[in-house]
Nanobody
Framework: QVQLVESGGGLVQAGGSLRLSCADT????????AGWFRQAPGNEREFVAA????????YYPESVKGRFTISRDNAKNTVYLQMNSLKPEDTALYYC?????????????????WGQGTQVTVSS
């Protein structure tokens, strides 16, 4: 059973960096593709990044491409999101997600498993 726990959120000034972590306490992450999504108050959930189970494929929307990097360490059952050059508009609750289908996360923006989220706030 996949059980996702995010960490690493916080308050940062514009232009700064944060690294989010998503750990699978069920220790089955290596069999799943993973992704990050975010949701700001009053907005719909937004896709941020996806990574295949092996880490060999990644996908980003234009809004974060070149600033955010998703990676994973399957030995540690953990997926990361390195966020650089942060902007106030990146402020949101960031969720980790997992699914056996990489395209379901990266293209359809759906997933079977979700974490509770970690808050990222970027001040101007």
């Amino acid at each position: 059973q996949v059980q996702l726990v995010e960490s690493g959120g916080g308050l940062v000034q514009a232009g700064g960096s944060l690294r989010l972590s998503c750990a699978d306490t069920g220790r089955t992450f290596g069999n799943y593709a993973a992704g990050w999504f975010r949701q700001a108050p009053g907005n719909e959930r937004e896709f941020v990044a996806a990574i295949s189970w092996s880490g060999g494929n990644t996908y980003y929307p234009e809004s974060v491409k070149g600033r955010f990097t998703i990676s994973r360490d399957n030995a540690k059952n953990t997926v990361y999101l390195q966020m650089n050059s942060l902007k106030p508009e990146d402020t949101a609750l960031y969720y980790c997600a997992a699914d056996r289908d990489y395209l379901r996360i990266g293209v359809r923006h759906e997933a079977d498993y979700w974490g509770q989220g970690t808050q990222v706030t970027v001040s101007s």
